[in-house]
Structure formats: C-alpha cells, structure tokens
C-alpha cells in the first residue's frame, strides 16, 4: 500500500511563484512514476509532470518552461516548484504514483493564482 501527502499549496499572485511537495509512504521503486496532475472546477484532471526510472521529467505543454519537477528516492518525495504562475494554473494539485500496475493518489493541495 503507498500513500501520498501533499504540502505547500496557498494563493499567490500573477507571475509568483510557488512549490509543492509531496511526501511517498509505502513500497515505491525508482522505477516506478511519481509526479503531479491537477484539476480545475469543472474540468477534467490532467497531467502535471511526472518521473519515472531516472528519466527526464515529462511536462504538460501549457506548464513546460515553467515547473520544474524534482524527486529524491531516498526519501520517497516528489517537488513541483512553478514559476511564472497564471490564474489558469489555479486547481487542486494530487500528487500521483504508479507503482508497477496500481495508480495512487494524494487528496490533493489547493494552489489559488489571483491579484
């Protein structure tokens, strides 16, 4: 069983910058994906960016040059740092894991972009 605990999160301004992290309990492998999606009222969730087996990080179009993703396997945590936020970035933010063929989620973080 793996669970996910988000923290960070909160309101920032236009073109601020924010990071969140995301803490990992339970048997997860380097191999295996750790990342972030997100999801605005009244639509669908998406994909963030995720990790997997020492690869490069796999972005969305609309948050590539922004968000940086960084992970420790050490401690099991995954960090989504974003710059250059934009109101259209505001949502809930669920740290994400795929362990072999089980998906798992964090209940999420609220990140809120507004003057």
């Known amino acids: 069983q793996v669970q996910l605990v988000e923290s960070g999160g909160g309101l920032v301004q236009p073109g601020g910058s924010l990071g969140i992290s995301c803490a990992a309990s339970?048997?997860?492998?380097?191999?295996?994906?750790l990342g972030w999606y997100r999801q605005a009222p009244g639509k669908q969730r998406e994909l963030v960016a995720t990790i997997a087996g020492g690869g490069p990080a796999n972005f969305a179009e609309s948050v590539e040059g922004r968000f940086t993703l960084s992970r420790d396997n050490a401690k099991n945590t995954v960090a989504l740092q974003m710059n250059s936020l934009k109101p259209e970035d505001t949502a809930v933010y669920l740290c994400?894991?795929?362990?072999?063929?089980?998906?798992?989620w964090g209940q999420g973080t609220q990140v809120t972009v507004s003057s």
């Open positions: 994400y894991a795929q362990v072999w063929a089980r998906e798992y």
């Open positions: 339970g048997r997860i492998f380097p191999a295996n994906a």
